[in-house]
T-cell receptor
Framework: AQKVTQAQTEISVVEKEDVTLDCVYE???????LFWYKQPPSGELVFLIR??????QNEISGRYSWNFQKSTSSFNFTITASQVVDSAVYFC?????????????FGKGTHLIIQP | DAGVIQSPRHEVTEMGQEVTLRCKPI?????LFWYRQTMMRGLELLIY????????DSGMPEDRFSAKMPNASFSTLKIQPSEPRDSAVYFC??????????????FGSGTRLTVV
């Protein structure tokens, strides 16, 4: 069975601080995919990143960066110089070896609050 | 592309009534997924289709729930009869998987269902 754990239920920081959201996953698949989605107060799910299990390179996109470590089954997300607009619920998700043929398993989400 | 389109955005209905939620996936996507989001259970997969064929409906909570995909551009999720515990946000997602990989895994804006 697949499982995604986001241990941080809520994080509150002051604007311009850096913040890291943790994600730990469990799977028996050797090929799998990891995702991060953002859910702003408006409710939609916004795709941020997809990473397959064979690509352990960290990725940076503007103020966002992701650290994938297979050794610890973690896929953490860091926001540098946070802004109020980053306030949202962030979900980590896991897709199995079906490569799209079996849906995603989501963590419970981390509610990020950026205070001005 | 207009993205995944769901309708209605909001639905309020009385217990016992039939509810139909609609989804138009992104053109060219071969997988379609229905998810439900609640505070208690988070985001959970209900059912998914591949090339209009239902593949796995093990997440459908009860026989009161049914889903169809009569063609590549339209899917429905029906609840009959509805109950207050069905109140949730229902998301539709679609993806393109030429050889695995969850390409373009995109969610619609969701339908917020309230059963009173």
């Amino acid at each position: 069975a697949q499982k995604v754990t986001q241990a941080q239920t809520e994080i509150s920081v002051v604007e311009k601080e850096d913040v890291t959201l943790d994600c730990v996953y469990e799977t028996r698949d050797t090929t799998y995919y990891l995702f991060w989605y953002k859910q702003p107060p408006s409710g939609e799910l916004v795709f941020l990143i997809r990473r397959n299990s064979f690509d352990e390179q960290n990725e940076i996109s503007g103020r966002y960066s992701w650290n994938f470590q297979k050794s610890t089954s973690s896929f953490n997300f860091t926001i540098t110089a946070s802004q109020v607009v980053d306030s949202a619920v962030y979900f980590c998700a896991l897709g199995g070896s079906g490569g799209g043929a079996d849906g995603l398993t989501f963590g419970k989400g981390t509610h990020l609050i950026i205070q001005p | 592309d207009a993205g995944v389109i769901q309708s209605p955005r909001h639905e309020v209905t009385e217990m016992g009534q039939e509810v139909t939620l609609r989804c138009k996936p992104i053109s060219g996507h071969d997988y379609l997924f229905w998810y439900r989001q609640t505070m208690m259970r988070g985001l959970e997969l209900l059912i998914y289709f591949n090339n209009n064929v239902p593949i796995d409906d093990s997440g459908m909570p009860e026989d009161r729930f049914s889903a169809k995909m009569p063609n590549a551009s339209f899917s429905t999720l029906k609840i009959q009869p509805s109950e207050p515990r069905d109140s949730a946000v229902y998301f539709c997602a679609s993806s393109f998987t030429p050889a695995g990989g969850y390409y373009g895994y995109t969610f619609g804006s969701g339908t917020r269902l309230t059963v009173v």
